[in-house]
């Protein structure tokens, strides 16, 4: 089983935010740190959700059973009902959903913030990318 560690963070609400991607199971543990540009802690959260899937495809896990870890309740949530309140994250829902469609066994997990810190230092490792290629 592939374990994906998911986490978006955001330095101001909106403000300079980042994805962090830890993937471990397939060998060699993976990790990823993406600016995302300047967006709320929620959107960061769905869109680090969105690049983990991008990048799990791209990779051929689509055979594989991948389990999605999460400590944004939100997001968790808007995945398991298919559904978010909050109209601005539709899109980025539909999106997600979309290409969660696309692997053959896949699982999503909400996990406590303390069993998340690697992908949390790969987001906020990329808003300081964000913030040092702002100021280049």
Request: hydrophobic share 40%; proline share 4%.
């Amino acid at each position: 089983m592939i374990e994906v560690y998911i986490d978006g963070a955001s330095a101001g609400n909106p403000g300079p935010s980042g994805a962090g991607i830890f993937i471990k199971g397939n060998g060699t543990p993976e990790k990823y740190s993406i600016p995302l540009g300047n967006m709320s802690n929620h959107e960061a959260e769905f869109h680090a959700f969105i690049e983990a899937l991008d990048i799990c495809y791209q990779k051929g896990f689509v055979h594989s059973i991948i389990s999605f870890r999460t400590d944004s309740e939100l997001v968790n949530m808007a995945v398991e009902r298919e559904f978010t309140k909050n109209k601005s994250f539709a899109p980025l829902l539909e999106r997600a959903l979309q290409l969660s469609k696309k692997f053959d066994l896949f699982f999503m997990k909400w996990i406590p913030s303390a069993e998340n810190k690697v992908a949390d230092e790969l987001a906020r490792l990329a808003i300081q990318k964000n913030n040092s290629e702002e100021k280049n």
